[in-house]
């Protein structure tokens, strides 16, 4: 944001440039007002399409944790369902990607569900994999071609993927 405001002092020195107002990154639970904002998100992150609303009705407050700053939804995490315990998305949005926000979703989404191994799938060259080989996840499958029908062909992620579980 400070480059931002830098830029935007510099290309308009004749405005008044306002005080910036820093606000701290609060995790919440998905509620209906997110949901745009968490759709663009995904859309931006991993593919068009997703849809999350389903998340809204089986304990959004034990599934999902969404990193807000001020009104700006900055990041995403939810699991299928609180049975399951399966993440199917985390994502941040770019530029706050230094931000320990992922860190701090994925702790969170551990912390709610307690005595739950919690599983989900990563592309085999996402550099979230650090992140979650520092969570205690470990690989227990490789699948080619997991993301195949997702991703663009002409895209640099690789369609395979690792099935990482963390044991509890």
């Not at 020195?13 to 609060?26: F, G, L």
């Not at 399966?86 to 551990?110: C, D, F, K, P």
């Not at 080619?144 to 640099?156: E, I, N, S």
């Amino acid at each position: 944001m400070d480059d931002i405001r830098e830029h935007y002092s510099f290309a308009h020195p004749e405005r008044e440039q306002a005080d910036p107002v820093r606000a701290p990154i609060e995790y919440v639970s998905l509620q209906p007002f997110h949901l745009d904002q968490v759709h663009d998100l995904l859309a931006r992150t991993f593919w068009s399409g997703i849809d999350v609303r389903d998340s809204l009705h089986y304990s959004p407050e034990k599934c999902t944790i969404i990193a807000m700053y001020k009104k700006l939804v900055v990041g995403a995490a939810l699991l299928s369902s609180p049975q399951e315990t399966y993440i199917t998305y985390l994502a941040v949005r770019t530029g706050w990607e230094n931000s320990q926000i992922a860190t701090n979703m994925l702790y969170h989404l551990t912390s709610l569900n307690p005595n739950k191994d919690i599983s989900l799938h990563v592309s085999v060259n996402n550099p979230a994999m650090l992140l979650y080989n520092r969570f205690g996840f470990k690989a227990e499958e490789f699948i080619a071609g997991f993301y195949d029908a997702y991703l663009d062909p002409q895209t640099r992620t690789s369609k395979n993927a690792f099935r990482l579980r963390l044991r509890r």
